[in-house]
């Protein structure tokens, strides 16, 4: 499996710092918080998308994914949260991404049915932008659709090789799925993994990998027994815990941490 970051742990950090980060410390790729207070956003000129693009590749680092906020099933006109995504998937493009991530969004004061339908419809008409452009839209376990059989409920009836899942294991975790019941949900569908830690349901303050209660041995064993090759990403979400320690400082610690769930896994 490869390994990368994403800059949601160092907000506000310039391209040049967050390459050299990724770089230094051994991670395949980053995954990039696509947000206007940000250094990369769906308002970048063509120029500086590919001065982005060429610096992580001159460092041999991938750009993962851009995350980004569009929220498939929440109320609201189509052509606002499609034209969001368009935006995203156009993104990920120029700078070399796969993935773009969203979230679900639903209104829970509405029928499950009918969000679910909404987020489908959306998703499946995005899909054909997206392969279009040879990205893939992943929906998060997140907020409404916070785990496996949640987020399945929708992509199960989109049913397209370009729209998947990304599975949170904070999420998953929240909601009470097993990581063995999200992989069996999600397997045909998925895209990448965001790793995390956090001391517990009540206190959801990032932590260093390792140091809390998330289940990252099971998950990654869950991975390795189904021979599943794909990314994971430790998403720290420094931007929303201020008092959260530093990113830079846990990446190396991180890495290891990771490093040594695969070996004993293999």
Do not use: N
Not at 238 to 262: F, N, S
Request: with cysteine; hydrophobic share 45%.
């Amino acid at each position: 499996m490869k390994l990368a970051f994403s800059t949601l742990g160092v907000p506000g950090l310039p391209v040049a710092d967050v390459v050299a980060l990724a770089a230094g410390h051994g991670y395949h790729g980053v995954e990039i918080r696509a947000h206007a207070e940000e250094a990369v956003h769906p308002g970048l000129a063509v120029a500086e998308r590919a001065d982005v693009a060429g610096q992580f590749r001159a460092a041999g680092v991938e750009v993962l994914g851009v995350a980004g906020y569009a929220r498939v099933a929440a109320p609201g006109d189509d052509g606002v949260v499609l034209g969001e995504i368009r935006e995203l998937v156009r993104l990920a493009h120029d700078l070399g991404a796969p993935y773009v991530r969203v979230f679900p969004g639903a209104d829970l004061g509405r029928p499950r049915e009918e969000s679910d339908a909404i987020a489908a419809r959306r998703l499946g008409t995005a899909a054909e932008d997206a392969a279009a452009l040879g990205v893939r839209v992943l929906l998060e376990t997140h907020d409404s659709h916070r785990t496996g059989a949640d987020a399945i409920r929708v992509l199960g009836p989109v049913g397209h090789a370009h729209v998947g899942a990304l599975w949170d294991v904070m999420h998953t975790w929240l909601g009470g799925e097993q990581p063995s019941e999200t992989y069996a949900a999600l397997a045909p569908h998925l895209g990448y993994v965001q790793v995390k830690d956090i001391a517990s349901a009540e206190d959801t303050t990032p932590l260093a990998l390792g140091a809390g209660v998330l289940p990252l041995t099971e998950c990654v064993d869950v991975l390795s027994r189904h021979g599943w090759d794909g990314w994971l990403c430790w998403e720290y979400e420094k931007r929303w815990y201020e008092a959260a320690a530093p990113l830079p400082g846990l990446l190396a610690g991180g890495r290891d941490h990771l490093v040594r769930l695969l070996g004993e896994a293999a």
